[in-house]
């Protein structure tokens, strides 16, 4: 098997995201955190409550719309591919461990291809509404990967749904059900739609949750 420069290169970040959670991993000494918040650096997976998928993306580009990387919903929860990052803006970045404020704008990173959660002025493949893809490199992409979290309170409560709305494009991260075929038959599509309703409700799931100079608090799974 011939591997070019650019495989080579793929393998090497993903190996090295790896390491990354192991060595968050061997901080965690499995009891129950008292915190009781999302904070920044945290590494999680989001469930849709509606429709019971954790968001997901993996190196699958769409086939239309912006040819992007493709961010989908998984019923399997022990999916390698569904851990997210939540960080600061590039220009307001935020302190590690801190907890994560009602309406406060972020970028939820995508651990395995290091690429932030997007949307833009696509249509969806399948329900004709906004499409959400995965974009960047390294972390960074453009101003149309951050997103603001709704909430009731003062913070993102772990325990309670949130919803995220793209401040670019005034619009809610969402799933209604339909479901792909081929090369990724049976998961759901996750796209944006103007209103807030049913199908955009976000809970934090397994994870592992940073609080500030200290070592990971809580792994469910990691």
């Not at 990052?85 to 590039?90: A, E, H, L, P, Y």
């Not at 059900?177 to 049976?186: D, K, L, M, N």
């Not at 103007?194 to 608090?217: D, K, Y």
Request: proline share 3%; hydrophobic share 35%; glycine share 10%.
């Amino acid at each position: 098997m011939r591997f070019t420069l650019n495989t080579m290169n793929t393998v090497l970040q993903a190996l090295t995201r790896w390491l990354l959670v192991l060595v968050l991993w061997s901080g965690c000494d499995g009891r129950e955190s008292e915190l009781n918040v999302v904070s920044c650096g945290s590494l999680v997976k989001l469930l849709n409550t509606r429709h019971n998928v954790r968001l997901h993306s993996h190196d699958v580009k769409y086939g239309s719309g912006s040819g992007q990387q493709s961010v989908t919903g998984v019923e399997n929860a022990d999916d390698a591919n569904s851990y997210w990052r939540v960080r600061g803006q590039t220009k307001s970045p935020c302190q590690r461990g801190a907890a994560i404020r009602c309406g406060q704008a972020i970028r939820i990173t995508h651990m395995t291809t290091g690429r932030n959660l997007h949307t833009h002025h696509f249509t969806s493949p399948l329900s004709n509404n906004q499409e959400v893809s995965a974009f960047g490199e390294g972390g960074e992409g453009d101003d149309l990967d951050v997103w603001a979290v709704q909430c009731d309170g003062a913070h993102w409560d772990r325990d309670v749904a949130v919803r995220f709305m793209h401040v670019g494009t005034r619009v809610y991260l969402s799933v209604t059900g339909e479901q792909y075929g081929h090369p990724i038959r049976g998961q759901r599509e996750v796209h944006a739609m103007p209103t807030a309703n049913q199908h955009n409700w976000w809970r934090a799931m397994e994870g592992v949750f940073i609080q500030p100079s200290a070592a990971p608090l809580r792994h469910d799974e990691l």
